[in-house]
């Protein structure tokens, strides 16, 4: 039930092109669903993130579209560039009493955009 | 702003030796955690801190010990290294919503 599922493992995608990463969870007490962008070398940052009282959030390229009765989120971007090759990481987690803040993360998704 | 700040960034232990990885944030965050990252398996959490004096186990904790004395600082202990323990460690802390993680240690245990 805390498992967090992540598709597709790796991805390649024309520059211009759009980026789809999708996730999906069990425990419906998950109330916090980040992505996570990491370059080679470098620790997981914060790349958007969303509730689950809304069904999309938009920042620049980037989008999460959330749907809570099929328990699936994914993320978008939009017109790709090669400086978006990274992993990208899918997170939920849960808040109040002892499980504040606490990550479980997806597998994991390497994207290569291709100029 | 130094953020999460991890020492050291690279080490190599031979089987049954020990290690402290530290980590400190200026941040003046409660929560506080550390996670392990192994190939395609994305990132397993081995112990949290939800405030100084108190820590508890994560997903993965065997093999690992940690203490939390202040808000600062959270170390992490490996007692008698093992190969399983070969990995990439990040530190993290979050004010409660989110998480903002160090570069990380790359250890090998060989």
């Known amino acids: 039930q805390q498992q967090v599922k992540q598709s597709p493992q790796s991805l390649i995608v024309q520059k211009g092109g759009i980026s789809i990463i999708n996730c999906a969870y069990e425990?419906?007490?998950?109330?916090?669903f980040p992505w996570y962008q990491q370059f080679p070398g470098k620790g997981p940052a914060l790349l958007i993130a969303?509730?689950?009282?809304?069904s999309e959030k938009k920042e620049g390229r980037f989008t999460i579209s959330f749907n809570k009765s099929a328990k699936q989120f994914s993320l978008h971007i939009m017109d790709s560039q090669p400086g978006d090759s990274a992993t990208y990481f899918c997170a939920a987690s849960i808040h109040g009493s002892s499980n504040t803040g606490k990550l479980i993360f997806g597998q994991g998704t390497t994207l290569q955009v291709k100029p | 702003n130094a953020g999460v700040t991890q020492t050291p960034k690279f080490r190599i232990l031979k089987i049954g030796q020990s290690m402290t990885l530290q980590c400190t944030q200026d941040?003046?965050?409660?929560?506080m955690y550390w996670y392990r990252q192994d190939p395609g398996m994305g990132l397993k959490l081995i112990y949290y801190s939800v405030g100084a004096g108190i820590t508890d186990k994560g997903e993965v904790p065997n093999g690992y010990n940690v203490s939390r004395s202040t808000t600062e600082d959270f170390p992490l202990r490996l007692e008698l290294a093992a190969p399983s323990q070969t990995s990439v460690y990040f530190c993290?802390?979050?004010?409660?919503?989110?998480?903002?993680f160090g570069q990380g240690t790359r250890l090998t245990v060989v």
């Open positions: 969303i509730r689950p009282d809304v």
């Open positions: 993290a802390s979050s004010p409660g919503w989110g998480a903002f």
């Open positions: 941040m003046n965050h409660n929560y």
């Open positions: 425990n419906t007490a998950f109330d916090y």
